[in-house]
């Protein structure tokens, strides 16, 4: 049940999604990844590209640990294109005791445009601060308005906290501290992105306590945000993670998220890999809501139509789901998913007999909705409805017998969908 249309490493492990960047023709992605076990571990960057966000062509480890500077990992950051020059930031970990949580520092890097070269350059250490900060991680670089360029990390004090700062100048070697953004009590935020629209913001964070990546969007003038709404952005447990934002070919904003494998005490399902990157979601604003969308791409790997009585790891099944309506999907051998409609939230339950396979109820809202978008692929699984999405992961023991059935849902229509084509350097 190994994904085939979601952008994975061949072996071993991978999880956030960094330097997520179009240049214009090329969609660059990088992602934590150790090359040396299908566990989290040895973490350095590994690069990737695509011209589609379909079909990606794997390009090995391009930024590695320096042990000579004292750098034993290399965590998440992202990729900026600045002035005649493309500019990496990432969070570097070393050997010292405690030192995720109290001795983290931002590097900054040069690289070349085809990422063949990339240069440390500067870097920005935690006594910017004039407080104490741990956790401290996961740098996120855009612009804001003309020449204004800021910068978001996550950390931790009393409670878990975005801030912000902002470049002295064009080179986006030197900060300084402009405060707190955004904060939430008792959890610690990661991987925070900000996609602007006008003078409104979109800030994105991944929440260690809840396992999800949520939103808080509101009024932005440059030092400030005035939150008028928050939510979820992914409505699984567990699976949708450590997002990052690019441009689109067509001048969109990209949303891009590691999705995890959900097991009960183990990394991987077999030992040869874990983690995949979810399918690329294009974001768009009603008000301050954020509504997310597969890309349309993924339609090129539509192949034939199915039956219901079909059996395929790797479909796409679009409906109609009317109140008080069910599905079941991968039904066989006492396993299966079971969906149902009611008081406006589609509920998914699992069942499956794989070794520490992670049962938990799921729930979608749908705000109204009645079209369902359910991409299957192996052990990944994405639901889109009306703007908002679910993700989890499901893991059968035995192969299905039926790939579909229904009670009160219409204009079903299910296909195949083709891999997408990997190469590897």
């Given at each position: 049940?190994?994904?085939?249309?979601?952008?994975?490493?061949?072996?071993?492990?991978?999880?956030?999604?960094?330097?997520?960047?179009?240049?214009?023709?090329?969609?660059?992605?990088?992602?934590?990844?150790?090359?040396?076990?299908?566990?989290?571990?040895?973490?350095?960057?590994?690069?990737?590209?695509?011209?589609?966000?379909?079909?990606?062509?794997?390009?090995?480890?391009?930024?590695?640990?320096?042990?000579?500077?004292?750098?034993?990992?290399?965590?998440?950051?992202?990729?900026?294109?600045?002035?005649?020059?493309?500019?990496?930031?990432?969070?570097?970990?070393?050997?010292?005791?405690?030192?995720?949580?109290?001795?983290?520092?931002?590097?900054?890097?040069?690289?070349?445009?085809?990422?063949?070269?990339?240069?440390?350059?500067?870097?920005?250490?935690?006594?910017?601060?004039?407080?104490?900060?741990?956790?401290?991680?996961?740098?996120?670089?855009?612009?804001?308005?003309?020449?204004?360029?800021?910068?978001?990390?996550?950390?931790?004090?009393?409670?878990?906290?975005?801030?912000?700062?902002?470049?002295?100048?064009?080179?986006?070697?030197?900060?300084?501290?402009?405060?707190?953004?955004?904060?939430?009590?008792?959890?610690?935020?990661?991987?925070?992105?900000?996609?602007?629209?006008?003078?409104?913001?979109?800030?994105?964070?991944?929440?260690?306590?809840?396992?999800?990546?949520?939103?808080?969007?509101?009024?932005?003038?440059?030092?400030?945000?005035?939150?008028?709404?928050?939510?979820?952005?992914?409505?699984?447990?567990?699976?949708?993670?450590?997002?990052?934002?690019?441009?689109?070919?067509?001048?969109?904003?990209?949303?891009?998220?590691?999705?995890?494998?959900?097991?009960?005490?183990?990394?991987?399902?077999?030992g040869l890999y874990s983690g995949c990157l979810a399918l690329p979601r294009l974001i768009r604003?009603?008000?301050?809501?954020?509504?997310?969308?597969?890309?349309?791409?993924?339609?090129?790997?539509?192949?034939?139509?199915?039956?219901?009585?079909?059996?395929?790891?790797?479909?796409?099944?679009?409906?109609?789901?009317?109140?008080?309506?069910?599905?079941?999907?991968?039904?066989?051998?006492g396993e299966g998913i079971f969906a149902n409609v009611s008081d406006g939230i589609l509920h998914?339950?699992?069942?499956?007999?794989?070794?520490?396979?992670?049962?938990?109820?799921?729930?979608?809202?749908?705000?109204?909705?009645?079209?369902?978008?359910?991409?299957?692929?192996?052990?990944?699984?994405?639901?889109?409805?009306?703007?908002?999405?679910?993700?989890?992961?499901?893991?059968?023991?035995?192969?299905?017998?039926?790939?579909?059935?229904?009670?009160?849902?219409?204009?079903?229509?299910?296909?195949?969908?083709?891999?997408?084509?990997?190469?590897?350097?």
């Amino acid at each position: 049940m190994r994904p085939q249309y979601h952008f994975a490493p061949a072996r071993n492990w991978m999880n956030d999604p960094n330097g997520t960047y179009f240049d214009g023709k090329t969609y660059h992605l990088f992602y934590q990844y150790n090359p040396e076990s299908s566990d989290w571990g040895n973490i350095c960057w590994a690069y990737a590209s695509s011209k589609d966000l379909v079909n990606w062509t794997r390009r090995g480890v391009r930024l590695a640990p320096d042990p000579a500077s004292g750098e034993r990992y290399c965590f998440s950051g992202c990729c900026f294109a600045a002035k005649d020059k493309i500019k990496i930031f990432y969070t570097s970990i070393g050997f010292e005791d405690r030192a995720v949580a109290e001795h983290a520092k931002q590097i900054v890097c040069d690289a070349e445009p085809d990422f063949s070269h990339i240069a440390r350059k500067a870097q920005i250490t935690s006594e910017i601060h004039p407080f104490r900060v741990r956790e401290w991680r996961d740098p996120f670089v855009f612009s804001f308005r003309q020449n204004v360029y800021l910068l978001l990390t996550g950390t931790r004090d009393k409670r878990g906290c975005i801030l912000l700062y902002r470049a002295q100048d064009e080179s986006l070697n030197r900060w300084d501290f402009s405060g707190e953004l955004f904060a939430v009590e008792g959890d610690i935020l990661e991987c925070p992105n900000a996609a602007i629209f006008g003078d409104t913001m979109l800030l994105l964070y991944s929440s260690m306590r809840g396992g999800r990546v949520r939103y808080a969007c509101g009024v932005f003038d440059g030092k400030t945000l005035s939150v008028r709404e928050e939510g979820d952005t992914d409505f699984g447990t567990n699976a949708f993670y450590a997002s990052n934002l690019s441009a689109s070919a067509d001048g969109q904003t990209v949303l891009y998220g590691w999705l995890r494998e959900d097991l009960c005490g183990r990394s991987s399902p077999d030992g040869l890999y874990s983690g995949c990157l979810a399918l690329p979601r294009l974001i768009r604003l009603n008000g301050y809501t954020p509504l997310f969308a597969p890309i349309g791409a993924l339609a090129s790997l539509e192949g034939a139509a199915l039956s219901p009585e079909s059996t395929c790891e790797h479909a796409r099944i679009r409906l109609a789901a009317e109140q008080n309506s069910s599905f079941v999907l991968r039904s066989g051998g006492g396993e299966g998913i079971f969906a149902n409609v009611s008081d406006g939230i589609l509920h998914v339950r699992r069942q499956s007999k794989f070794p520490d396979a992670n049962d938990a109820p799921l729930a979608l809202p749908l705000g109204g909705a009645k079209e369902l978008d359910i991409l299957l692929d192996g052990s990944a699984i994405e639901i889109f409805a009306q703007g908002r999405a679910l993700s989890f992961r499901f893991y059968a023991a035995e192969k299905e017998k039926r790939l579909f059935y229904g009670e009160n849902v219409h204009n079903v229509r299910i296909c195949e969908m083709h891999p997408a084509r990997f190469y590897d350097e």
